[in-house]
């Protein structure tokens, strides 16, 4: 063998352990993703059989029977129309006020001077460490007593004060060079024109990835809609579907339905801001100095 031909050897073998290797990553991920989409899968087929074949003898995917009237029985047994307007509004509603509250929050901690800034946004990270359910008997009896129960707005503003939102736009924010500001500033910008006209745009990736939690955050929401909202009218999706359990039992199959129900329009979400949403990790949203 000449000299001239091991180069040429050694390049076959680095694309061939290339090739090899971008199968196995490709069997892997798709290894997860049957995984991780297996409860979803099993949920759409229980969705479509009879009551009695859902904890049948045999494990199935098909029953004796495709129902899709479950959806239509699904749908009416709750009024589930109601119960999808219900949750958009809310959810988008929140989700728009977070990106406000956060993106205020986050500016303040990482563009601006004050005393006591660093222990005051430890302390305000320290929170992310207690469970929700802390906070719920207090803001209960607080709203409670304001006469606010019952209403959207106190369904809606304990959600918007979160660490992790602000947490997440500030190390974003701490990556963005002082020159921009310091540009912006000799320019005659404002504090306000700094933070619209330089900050977002550049964090926009983060605010992406913010939105997706945020909508989901209150998309999912449960034990406070339950707790403060009394009306049945004001009701979101998780308290409608838990309509389905009653004392002489479940109607599983309706359940299933609902829940499909439930979680096509989260899956629209995702799949329209996946782009965003890996943007934002390649550009650096989950991290910060």
Do not use: Y
Not at 47 to 54: C, D, F, I, R, S
Not at 107 to 129: H, K, N
Not at 266 to 273: D, K, L, R
Not at 280 to 289: K, N, T, Y
């Amino acid at each position: 063998m000449t000299d001239h031909q091991l180069p040429a050897s050694g390049s076959r073998w680095r694309r061939r352990g290339r090739t090899v290797g971008f199968a196995a990553n490709t069997t892997v991920a798709w290894l997860f993703a049957l995984v991780f989409s297996f409860p979803l899968i099993w949920t759409f087929f229980t969705a479509l059989k009879p009551g009695n074949e859902v904890f049948g003898a045999q494990i199935s995917f098909i029953g004796s029977k495709v129902l899709w009237s479950n959806f239509v029985d699904a749908w009416t047994e709750v009024d589930f129309g109601r119960l999808l307007v219900n949750s958009l509004v809310v959810a988008a509603i929140s989700t728009v006020l977070t990106l406000i509250v956060a993106t205020l929050t986050a500016f303040a901690f990482a563009r601006l001077r004050f005393p006591g800034r660093s222990a005051i946004f430890l302390l305000f990270v320290i929170t992310l460490t207690l469970p929700s359910e802390v906070a719920v008997v207090p803001l209960f009896l607080g709203f409670d007593q304001a006469g606010l129960a019952d209403t959207w707005f106190a369904l809606i503003i304990p959600g918007l004060f979160g660490a992790f939102g602000a947490f997440l736009l500030r190390q974003f924010m701490l990556q963005i060079p002082g020159e921009l500001e310091e540009a912006a500033r000799l320019d005659g910008a404002s504090t306000w024109r700094l933070l619209i006209s330089v900050i977002v745009p550049l964090v926009r990736p983060a605010l992406s990835v913010l939105a997706i939690f945020a909508f989901l955050g209150s998309w999912n929401s449960f034990l406070w809609p339950l707790i403060i909202l009394n009306s049945s009218d004001k009701w979101t999706i998780p308290i409608g579907i838990a309509g389905f359990t009653t004392q002489t039992g479940t109607q599983w199959e309706l359940l299933m339905a609902a829940c499909v129900m439930t979680i096509a329009p989260v899956v629209v979400v995702v799949v329209f801001a996946q782009r965003q949403l890996v943007a934002a990790i390649g550009a650096g949203a989950f991290g910060g100095r």
